[in-house]
């Protein structure tokens, strides 16, 4: 018996928006979901999952998917402003040359 996956509200709002992305990204492309699951090597059932966000997809297929459409490239890019703003924060003030 598979045991549960547990995802924050948040998360869980995430997944749904991306899935329906990846969703209207294989329309545009009028591509059936047939094609699409054959082209990441994985099945129709498996593609509607992660079109409806399903947490228990595993993240190598979700991937395999975007590379399927053309949407891979760019899409390990992590923004992180906060991160940011903290390495911006801990900048020293002034920087002194040191003497040769």
Do not use: C, H
């Not at 591509?31 to 699409?36: C, R, S």
């Not at 228990?56 to 991160?83: F, N, R, S």
């Not at 900048?91 to 002194?96: E, F, G, M, N, S």
């Amino acid at each position: 018996m598979a045991t549960a996956i547990i995802v924050p509200r948040a998360a869980r709002k995430e997944l749904e928006a991306f899935g329906e992305g990846i969703r209207v990204a294989r329309l545009r492309r009028k591509l059936t979901a047939e094609i699409v699951a054959q082209r990441a090597g994985t099945t129709r059932q498996t593609l509607a999952k992660i079109e409806s966000g399903d947490p228990a997809v595993k993240i190598g297929t979700y991937v395999a998917v975007l590379q399927a459409l053309g949407l891979l490239k760019g899409w390990g890019g992590i923004e992180d402003p906060i991160g940011e703003q903290m390495s911006i924060d801990d900048l020293p003030k002034r920087v002194r040359m040191k003497n040769g």
